[in-house]
């Protein structure tokens, strides 16, 4: 039984990051910055609020008789509990036979084109432990981009207005970065075994590792910029926020709407309707929060059965990291412009250098993660260059002009061609013609 490393990271980065947010607001108070500490409060509190409904709607608390933990969760100790929890099953598995244990089959990764499938049992507690594993894996990613990273984002903007970096708003930023990257890593591993449900996956440390690198490069240069833009043109920051998260919320819904499917029945027994369409409007405003800082490795479908985009589409992958790229060089480009004498001692060419070249990094990290380190990279139809190559072709394609204006315009060139040189004919000629009328009258 594997030991629940990541319900004991998903504890502490959450327990650290609300403790140093109260810390920080208390800051804000003494100075007399309310505005500052009502953010801080409400980027803190909102997410910490969203984690309790996951964790109690995973564990279907409402539907059992546990008054004692929805009381735990109201007062917003509920991971602390889950936590206790885990460890208590985790240190008396085994002691006890179990009353009956559950089989399992799941296939190994093809080795010479054939896949072997292994039945496995698995007892009530270790069934119990993949559940906590699994509703943490989720707290995390909603506590990374509901609350990490607004609040990542807020704190480095009053760095900048401020021009200072204390030491509590230091390691709060730390904090918080770490929070979303760890949460990013969760979605990428949460959306590997979701697609991949009948295999036995073992992610290797290279492929956390290239995870890590890629996700802290996206998400780091992403707040940079945003951070950037927003302290000189402020008006302009709400509509491009808003832009970028409409986009990619009603996105689901559109392609949903395309599909004709009928509405999703099948999410929880206990649901209405109207409960149904909350619990996907908040699982679609997760979507647009975690793609306004990075890629979402978890595509949302909402005709499917499971929520979740099982292919592999390396256009969509190709298409938003382009369109990112572009969004980021325009706002860097606007900060340039307009950067006012807070930026007199930055060198402000190289600040935006390093800022694309730290993106193009991210980008280089996901390619060598895809092609090399995947755990189920012998499953791909298509490898990611393969991919990206057709993507490029296909883009290129698009942007050449029609075959009927390219045939077209060599017509008309074809005849200008001729048309000069008939010209030239004729200006030959009429040289020749003039030059003999010349040499008769001289011999006349």
Known sequence: MKFPGSVLVSVVLFVAETAAALCLSGAYRAAGDRMWQWLTLLFALLPCALVQLSLVFIHRDVSRDRPLVLLLHLLQLGPLVRCVEVFYIYFHAGRVEEPYVSITKKRQMPKDGYSEEVEKEVGQAEGKLCTHRSAFSRASVIQAFLGSAPQLTLQLYICVLQQEITAA??????????????????????????????????????????????????IATRVIVLVLFSSVLQIWTLPVVLVNFFVFFFYPWILFWQSKSPFPENIEKALSRVGTTIVLCLLTFLYAGINMFCWSAVQVKLNDPDLINKSQNWYRLTVYYMLRFIENAFLLLMWYIYKTDIYLYVCAPLLVLQLLIGYCMAILFMLVFYQFCHPCKKLFSSSITEGLLSCFKFLCFVCKPPKSTRVTDKAELKSSENADGSQSSNKTTDSQNGNRHQSVSSNA
Do not use: T
């Open 169 to 218: 708003r230091s390691v709060f930023m730390v904090l918080s970065l770490l929070s979303i990257v760890y949460g990013a890593l969760r979605c990428n591993i949460l959306a590997i075994k979701i697609k991949y449900d009948d295999y036995d996956i073992s992610v290797k440390p290279a492929a956390y590792l290239c995870i890590f690198m890629w996700r802290s490069f996206e």
